[in-house]
């Protein structure tokens, strides 16, 4: 194996297989695979991931106990070394030179959003292309991912608020619920003992019975609703989260590793903060 190659191998090892990045607070699971702390929760909580087929490895689907998730601290300290060498996942040192040319990639074209070397910047392709180098770039992109992530904090500052809210309204709208059903129940007994001499009132049981059973029905929807709304945030803080880690992590890269994929990378967060959000409205 070639040297460059092998650095690759060890650079992948220390790689989360979820988020693609440096593994953070790595865990083990009983198949002997490892995924960030924070990436394996957050996907054992999608609700579906792990009520069908109970828990399982997401790289080879084996039946894992969370219980005997372990942190990895051997790993862990591989991945601060590894971090400390400027060595980033799928990056190799092979990564630095131009396939097609040999020549070292330092030029950036505008138009493509690509990293080329000087010879691809002077082929046809280019050549009516605003072609700089890389560092002539570096910081209007550092700025463009300093502004994305701001944005995002605050979306998901907005969502915890969001969650919040819910989860007070919810609280709310559960004691309305027992509230009205106690009152149908009062009601009813205040009739019982009214009629008391009188023969049991047939009439009255089905109108206590068919009364409750529509605020249940009411209840069921509601609740239906409140869940589907609370996922549905859960999964907006998730999707935000990732990106703030990946945004956070691509801003420490060196130049040329910060600038590969960038336009991909900034394009793919802004669907996100324009979808429209649900609220329930009780
Ligand atoms: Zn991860
Ligand atoms: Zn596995
Ligand atoms: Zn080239
Ligand atoms: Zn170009």
Known sequence: MDPAALVEAVVEEVACPICMTYLREPVSIDCGHSFCHGCLSGLWEVPGESQNWGYTCPLC???????NLRPNWQLASVV???RLLGLHPG???KGNVCELHGEQLKMFCKEDGLITCEACSRS???EAHSVVPMEDVAWE???KLHEALEHLRKEQEEAWKLEVGERKRTATWKMQVETRKQSIMWEFEKYQRLLKKKPPGRQLDVEAATALASVEQEERETRQKLELNHDTLIQQSRVLCRLIAELEERSQRPVRWMLQGIREVLNRYVPILGAPRQTWEG
């Not at 689907?61 to 219980?67: D, E, G, H, I």
Request: aromatic share 10%.
């Open 124 to 126: 046809p392709e280019h």
């Open 80 to 82: 601060e070394k590894v």
């Open 91 to 93: 990056m190799g040192l």
């Open 61 to 67: 689907r084996a039946p894992v106990q969370p219980r």
């Open 141 to 143: 992109y550092k700025w």
